[in-house]
């Protein structure tokens, strides 16, 4: 928790938490990059919020908050980790996102699921927004809550469109006779007439039928499909659901880089190139003046209103009231008169092409000189020493936020063969245990599950076998289209194994080389990489290993506690005789013994455990005859090796080597580009910011 707040401090994100008050346990956490508040403050309008799962070892929901900018590319505002998904923890972020637009303009719409804790925080911090339900969702929790009520499929989906219909009316008075329509075609079957009326259409209509959403600045959001997208590309950066706060907040801000860059990127298309279908007169004043987006929804609304002419009532200005464009009948007059369409004419949302926000107004007005006065002034009224020693560090947290005392909540998954927080210096940077996969032990059914795969919803266990093959490959294939999309991006489609790297050290990356996929697999990267023979080079690893455990046996006791006798029993091999899962290569328990025997910097850029080791011992030799070997795991089955471009960084330097190297050692952190987390720029040390819990 220190080494995140530092990161978060020096990264110039806002963060806030809560902690239990005893035992100092943190249960909420929100952060959100600068620019991403910039975004919020430029495009306030609609924003889309749903929670997702299997992101961390704490087993926290995590609730992502996503809005649109004008140019359709989804942004992250905040990601906000929460202990339980109650109405209080909710309302609790939802002020802090209140806070962040004092002055700003505040969200006209909210899209989410039917959590309710989160909608009575929306209606208490936002009573003046509007709130959205995801049709998507109620179409699913439809078919899951209904189909069991048919006999015969055909039934269902008869009665599946006269649903989607329903959803679908743009006016009440079609609402209320498609609704009796229902009742009479279906007045037989009293309990999903009740299901209906209760779960939706009594207190919910208004949130997703069309006749009332239509009328709502929406830009037409009416799923939370971007915020679940918006997940997926979370989870296809993270790998892993074992990541602790510190290895989550890496990938999230490598992944809002990307962002960002895509965001500014589509700015400046839109400012400075013209496509051919806008060339018509129709658009001239508004080329370079609003996003291609709005250009693009003004021109199908040009080709589909063709036989609406003037008239308004056939109109239906669904794209006036909803995105605050022009709809099929104002484009019509304009089209008849040979007119231009104004910039007057568009809703200022579309012309912001920027991630500067406006300047404030009637922002609520800050004063530190009169807040610090408070603060002195209920100082000294205390009569007891737990409140004035609270007080303190509350201060003290605010100023060096890497002095808190918080604590990160106990982790809820298996621990088994990863260090405790006590034996590595309270480093707990998860090391990649390697267990078998299909072509060895079969992973037990009782060990944690480390993936980010989310469980069934309750809509695919009604599906039928045809239904659920149909959805896998769906499924299948926006995987394997996100997945090229990003090889793509990053330029390096062509680099095997790419996927298992995390992804700010991507782009650092000039290759990879497979090696056997036995149980020598680790060492057989180490041997390749330091030239000794293909064939046997791993048994030189090994014994090389198990020689230093002995010669220097109360040193590595010193350094490894309690897991000596598990490393030592695991180098060491028996030619003729099996190896079980217990003898192969893990980190960090290895690492700085394979740097410090071979006199190399060993580098793990595994997903959400990208950690760097160095030499305990001897002095460094000079640059051109230094060893680098990066190793990458895949899918806690095998490791492969990296091969870095020149001059590439490394991630930090495990905690440990700075307390046991000496003195000749030290010279290994100078002369090589150690980065913090994400290689912005290039540091010639990184030293980590650590307090002592202990402390006041």
Known sequence: MQQLLHLLKDNMYLSWHRKDPESNVVTDLFWSHPDSINLLRSFPYVLLMDCTYKTNRYRFPLLEIVGVTSTDITFSVGFYFLSSETMSNYTWALNILRGLLDGWPTPSVFATDRELGLINAIEEVFPQCSHQLCTWQINKMVLTNTKKMFARNDDFQLFNKRWTDLMYATTEASFELMLATLHVEYADMKGLLNYLEDTWLRDYKNRFVRAWTNPLFHLGETTTQRVESAHSTLKQHLGTCTANFEALWSVIHGMLDIQHNRIKSSFEVSLNVVQHGYMDGLYRR??????????????????????????????????????????????????????????????????????????????????????????????????????????????????????????????????????????????????????????????????????????????????????????????????????????????????????????????????????????????RCVAAALGFSDINGWKRVRTDMVNELQENQEFWKDLLGSYFDQVKGAVQFFEGKDVGSDKWMTLPEMGLLIATIFNVVLVNVSYGCCMTFLPLRNAPPPMKDRVVIGITNVNDTHWVRVIFMPNAPVPPVFLVWKTFANVDAQGWGFGINIQAQVPVQSSHLYTPFVVDLASP
């Open 286 to 523: 508004l080329r370079g003046y609003v996003s291609l987006k709005a250009l693009k929804l003004i021109r199908n609304k040009v080709e589909r209103g063709v036989n609406v002419g003037t008239n308004r009532s056939l109109c239906g200005c669904d794209l006036r009231t909803t995105c605050g464009l022009p709809c099929a009948h104002e484009l019509n007059v304009h089209i008849l008169a040979s007119s231009l369409i104004l910039l007057e004419d568009i809703h200022v949302y579309w012309k912001k092409l920027s991630m500067v926000p406006d300047a404030s107004v009637n922002r609520t007005a800050y004063n530190l000189n009169d807040e610090l006065q408070r603060v002195v002034s209920n100082f000294e009224t205390f009569v007891d020493e737990d409140s004035s020693v609270r007080t303190i560090q509350q201060l003290r947290e605010i100023s060096c936020p890497s002095s808190t005392s918080c604590i990160a909540p106990q982790t809820k998954v298996k621990t088994r063969g990863r260090p405790s927080l006590d034996s590595f210096g309270n480093y707990v940077i998860g090391s990649k245990k390697m267990k078998k996969g299909k072509r060895g032990m079969k992973r037990k059914a009782e060990e944690d599950d480390t993936s980010t795969t989310r469980d069934p919803s309750g809509f695919e266990y009604v599906l039928t076998p045809a239904e659920a093959a149909s959805a896998r490959r769906k499924v299948k294939e926006v995987k394997n289209k996100v997945h090229r999309t990003r090889g793509a991006y990053m330029g390096v489609s062509e680099i095997g194994f790419i996927h298992t790297i995390q992804p700010d050290w991507i782009q650092h990356v000039e290759t990879t080389v497979n090696v056997d996929s036995d149980e020598n697999c680790g060492f």
